[in-house]
């Protein structure tokens, strides 16, 4: 079993800046896949950003590229999204997750078995 808890979200002005937390209970933290994903009011939970498990290899989805840096430090036990330029689009519940699967990356939500309660980020204009 692993707990995530994410810190980090609040109310931010479009172009500023924030920086999420992620931190895992799992002993293991470095055996699991990490991501980030998001739901804003009345939309899906989609993908943000992926790390494999010794941060050797990371995607992001189109919407967020070249604005958003997922990172990972296994000696912590925790996972950060910084994410920059920051539009209204961007307003959401955002979401880590562990994943086990094979691979060194997950970018579906069926790949990812643990979440952590969210936290939101409001970019206002």
């Known amino acids: 079993q692993v707990q995530l808890v994410e810190s980090g979200g609040g109310l931010v002005q479009v172009g500023g800046s924030l920086r999420l937390s992620c931190a895992a209970s799992?002993?293991?933290?470095?055996?699991?896949?990490m991501g980030w994903f998001r739901q804003a009011p009345g939309k899906e939970r989609e993908f943000v950003a992926t790390i494999s498990r010794r941060a050797i290899n990371a995607n992001y989805a189109d919407s967020v590229k070249g604005r958003f840096t997922i990172s990972r430090e296994n000696a912590k036990n925790t996972v950060y999204l910084q994410m920059n330029s920051l539009k209204p689009e961007d307003t959401a519940v955002y979401y880590c997750?562990?994943?086990?699967?094979?691979?060194?990356?997950?970018?579906?939500?069926?790949?990812?078995?643990?979440w952590g309660q969210g936290t939101q980020v409001t970019v206002s204009s």
């Open positions: 799992a002993r293991t933290f470095s055996n699991y896949i």
């Open positions: 997750a562990a994943a086990a699967t094979l691979g060194s990356i997950a970018t579906s939500r069926e790949d990812y078995r643990y």
